[in-house]
Structure formats: C-alpha cells, structure tokens
T-cell receptor, first 115, second 114 residues
Framework: AQTVTQSQPEMSVQEAETVTLSCTYDTSESDYYLFWYKQPPSRQMILVIRQEAYKQQNATENRFSVNFQKAAKSFSLKISDSQLGDAAMYFCAYRKMNRDDKIIFGKGTRLHILP | ETGVTQTPRHLVMGMTNKKSLKCEQHLGHNAMYWYKQSAKKPLELMFVYNFKEQTENNSVPSRFSPECPNSSHLFLHLHTLQPEDSALYLC?????????????FGPGTRLTVT
C-alpha cells in the first residue's frame, strides 16, 4: 500500500529566510503524481505545486520549488523568501497515474513564520 | 460565489441527532469528494462521486450517508454518530477523476459529537 510520511510535525522559519519541508513516500508504481497542499488557518486547502513522476525536472511555482528524488522516493518542498502568509499546514500527497481518484496524504507539517 | 462552499461551518450534535452537511461547487466540475480530517492523522478520503455516481466508498461506516443529486451539490447525512467522529469534514471537487487535475477544497465543517 502507498504511504506518505512527513517527519516534521512543526517547523519555524524567520521571515525572508528559506525553509525546506521533507516528505517521503512508498510505492511500487513507476508513474504517479505528487502534490504539496497548503492549508492556512482559515482551513481552505489549496494546491501549491504538482510533480509528475515521469518528469525529471523539478517543479517550480514562484517562491515554491520541489526537490524530487525518485529513486529515494523523496519529495521535499522549498519555500524561498518566506512570508507571513506562508504560515499554514503543509500536506504532501501522492496519487497513482490512472483513474484511481484516491489521493494519499501525509499527516502534515505546521509551518510558523517568525517576524 | 465562486469555488467550493460548505455549510454549516460548525456543527455540534448529540449522538442521537440527525444532521446533514452540504457542499456546493461553482466550478463546473464533474467529480466531488468527502474527506475526514482528524487531529494528528492524515486526511482520509471517504467518498467519491463522478457525474453523480458514487465511485468510491472507503469503508466508511453506514452512519455516514452521502448523497449527490447533481454534479454541483454533495451532501453528507449523519445519524447516530460517535464522539470519535468529531473532525473537520472537507469537501472537494475536480474537473475529472483519475487525471492530473487538482482538487479544489471547501473550507470544511467542524463537527463536534457530544
């Protein structure tokens, strides 16, 4: 069975600094999607970034980038120039690349931004 | 309104009550989902609907009964719940199931069972 592990329940970073959230997963599939979702205190979860496993290039969205290591089954999220609005729960998630609708989420990492 | 809306935002109910959670999406999506989010546990998928048809029931107890009258509306009917059912219930929608399209989440309903 697929699992997603986020080993850091909480992290803090100084405003304007860079922080990396870690995520590892377990799967026997070769093709799949990986996601990072953000859930601010208002609770509406939004997609931050998506990576297709067949793409070697790491996904980037403005200040957010990932380090995708397929062999190591690692998918970390780097947030550059941290802003107060980045404070939230961050969930790493996995889904097989077929008609399976099931997204497997990690337990989340709560990120605090220190002014 | 835009996006995915959920009502009520907060609900307190006794174990013998019957209540319903409502979700509405204004995005023209075809798939809708119910998730349960408990403290210190991963988000759990409960139900998936695709074009109003239920395509996934993730071993959810029968005290949770979903209903999807059309692609824009999704309900979760609750009856004889247990205290351990207290959680944040999130609704989501996507353009099509089984694709790379992201899921759009509602703000959730915070349910407390007393």
């Amino acid at each position: 069975a697929q699992t997603v592990t986020q080993s850091q329940p909480e992290m803090s970073v100084q405003e304007a600094e860079t922080v990396t959230l870690s995520c590892t997963y377990d799967t026997s599939e070769s093709d799949y999607y990986l996601f990072w979702y953000k859930q601010p205190p208002s609770r509406q979860m939004i997609l931050v970034i998506r990576q297709e496993a067949y793409k070697q290039q790491n996904a980037t969205e403005n200040r957010f980038s990932v380090n995708f290591q397929k062999a190591a089954k690692s998918f970390s999220l780097k947030i550059s120039d941290s802003q107060l609005g980045d404070a939230a729960m961050y969930f790493c998630a996995y889904r097989k690349m077929n008609r399976d609708d099931k997204i497997i989420f990690g337990k989340g990492t709560r990120l605090h931004i220190l002014p | 309104e835009t996006g995915v809306t959920q009502t009520p935002r907060h609900l307190v109910m006794g174990m013998t009550n019957k209540k319903s959670l409502k979700c509405e999406q204004h995005l023209g999506h075809n798939a809708m989902y119910w998730y349960k989010q408990s403290a210190k546990k991963p988000l759990e998928l409960m139900f998936v609907y695709n074009f109003k048809e239920q395509t996934e029931n993730n071993s959810v107890p029968s005290r949770f009964s979903p209903e999807c009258p059309n692609s824009s509306h999704l309900f979760l009917h609750l009856h004889t719940l247990q205290p351990e059912d207290s959680a944040l219930y999130l609704c989501a929608s996507s353009q099509a199931p089984g694709t790379s399209f992201e899921q759009y989440f509602g703000p959730g309903t915070r349910l407390t069972v007393t």
